[in-house]
């Protein structure tokens, strides 16, 4: 009778555990799991007021201003952001601090045509934060930032593309620069609003490393001749100021926006250092939400080196993360089609 106990035991453990694996992606390595792990940080459980405080004790204390230490500029055109900023949220902001620790900006253009729903579901992931502002392009008003004359030829059209987003953001540490809180912000990240970190950035390291190198901004990669990456950057209040200046942004013509972030930080003397970040396209949210794969070509993994160019085993499937909305993720399917 014990010998059967112990064969069914066994038998119905190698079956659950069979049915375990079975959920982990074949390619997968056994250490992808520790990856998914967001330290959400969660405000202190207020202590209960007692009877005696709340008959005879008055009002209760103010709470402390906020001063935070990080301000995030996410500002550009929507693209991914809805199934992106759960990994960003979780490396980057979870990573140093938790919300209380940072001045969270969003600045984005969209297409009115195609890209009403996803804007409407963009508002309602930041609706807590400290700056939101969403908008339709608009040839004329984006003309009208940058005092040009007219937009009605198509020398204007195909300068419009990257000016809709530089004058994003420029809007948004605009926005930075008059909020109460900037007195407080030590470094500004400014990044695409559909990128990721394939792994957690911690900005302590990352102030030590600009301390070392007397750099008032940490810039990924260098890209080609003379040109730094411009969808991620890490630096403070003065070099953001010269960042993000939006003079001569309107003349460029698509495809040397890189080169415009040369011209701002190079005489500032940067430091180079990879920070594991990646973009994603609308064509590979469904293997990145449902299994952490996509297409990491060159353009997408940005600043990788060649070795990690192969498949990043270790990314972490965007549905396992805390602040991924199934909801999102079909409402930004539906705009593939």
């Known amino acids: 009778m014990r010998c059967l106990i112990v064969v069914a035991l066994l038998t119905t ?47 209760k204390k103010a709470a402390p ?11 550009g055109g929507l693209r ?11 490396a980057l902001v979870e990573r140093n601090g ?17 890209q009403a729903d996803v804007a409407a579901a963009a508002r309602s992931v930041v609706r807590d934060w400290d700056h939101v502002n969403v908008y ?14 007219t937009c009605g030829s198509e020398q204007y059209r195909l300068k419009l593309h990257f000016a809709y987003q530089w004058e994003a953001v420029a809007r948004c540490h605009a ?16 990044a695409r609003p559909d990128v990721v970190l394939l792994r957690d950035l911690a900005l302590d390291e990352a102030a030590a490393t600009m301390a070392r190198a007397r750099a008032p901004a940490l810039v990924p990669c260098v890209v080609g001749q003379k040109m730094y990456i411009d969808d991620f950057v890490v630096a403070t209040k003065r070099a953001m100021a010269e960042y993000v200046k939006a003079e001569g942004a309107f003349d460029l013509v698509p495809g040397c926006c890189e080169k415009l972030v040369w011209f701002r930080l ?20 469904e293997k990145y939400v449902r299994d952490g794969r996509f297409v990491f070509k060159r353009h997408h993994g940005r600043c990788a080196t060649a070795t990690e160019m192969e498949w990043p085993r270790d990314v972490c499937p965007a549905m396992l993360l805390p602040r991924y909305s199934e909801a999102n993720y079909r409402t930004l399917e539906r705009c593939m089609h």
């Open 80 to 90: 991914t952001f809805l199934v992106t900023w759960p990994a960003l949220s979780c």
């Open 98 to 114: 938790g919300r209380g620790n940072w001045w969270l900006g969003l600045e984005a253009p969209y297409d009115a045509a195609k």
């Open 175 to 190: 926005a930075l620069e008059r909020s109460p809180l900037f007195e407080s912000i030590e470094l500004v990240v400014r």
């Open 13 to 59: 453990r190698a079956v659950v555990g069979r049915r375990n694996r079975s959920i982990v992606p074949p390619w997968r390595n056994a250490t992808w799991t520790p990856r998914c792990r967001c330290n959400v940080t969660t405000p202190p459980k207020q202590k209960p007021q007692s009877l005696w405080s709340r008959v005879f004790g008055g009002r």
């Open 266 to 285: 190079s005489p500032l003397g940067p430091a180079i250092q990879r920070v594991g970040h990646a973009i994603v396209d609308i064509p590979m949210i």
């Open 65 to 75: 201003p906020r001063k935070p230490k990080y301000a995030l500029e996410l500002s």
């Open 136 to 149: 339709a392009e608009s040839a004329n008003a984006t003309c009208a930032f940058y005092g040009a004359a």
